[in-house]
């Protein structure tokens, strides 16, 4: 299926547009939808993990493909969202349980800060963060 990364009412906020976006661009990575999940992020895209590795879009897209990563919850809460012209930064508190390098790690809550660009008409994350709530 298919999902839209354009905003197509215009009486839809701009915030809630992205809160959506953000929850469309996390069930693609949940359900592996690699090619859903491409569209959501820019070619520059660079994801900064909770232990500190940098991967760039392409390497984050594999990990998926590969199974090296498999989410299987990502769970947000309210996603906050700052907006200035072609750019926006949303945060918000998530519970994702995951398989990663082989391991399961049992649902945990994370911060998340994600960075998105309106380019050529369509919202991208650029930019992600994510840190353990420990």
Same mark, same amino acid.
């Given at each position: 299926m298919t999902r839209s990364i354009h905003q197509d009412s215009p009486?839809?906020?701009?915030?809630?547009?992205?809160r959506t976006t953000e929850r469309e661009r996390l069930r693609s990575l949940v359900e592996a939808d690699v090619e859903v999940a491409c569209q959501f992020h820019a070619d520059d895209f660079q994801l900064i993990t909770p232990n500190g590795n940098s991967l760039s879009k392409e390497e984050y897209l594999d990990s998926i493909v590969s199974g090296r990563?498999?989410?299987l919850v =990502?769970?947000?809460e309210t996603?906050?969202?700052?907006?200035?012209?072609?750019?926006?930064?949303i945060?918000?508190?998530?519970?994702?349980?995951?398989?990663g390098g082989?391991?399961?790690?049992?649902?945990?809550?994370?911060?998340?800060?994600?960075?998105?660009?309106e380019r050529n008409?369509? =919202?991208?994350?650029?930019w992600s963060q994510a840190t353990e709530i420990k």
């Open positions: 009486s839809t906020t701009m915030a809630e547009f992205l990563i498999n989410y =990502w769970e947000p996603i906050a969202v700052r907006l200035h012209g072609q750019m926006a930064i945060r918000y508190q998530a519970q994702i349980e995951i398989i082989g391991q399961r790690r049992p649902l945990r809550r994370y911060w998340h800060t994600d960075s998105y660009e008409g369509q =919202w991208q994350v650029v």
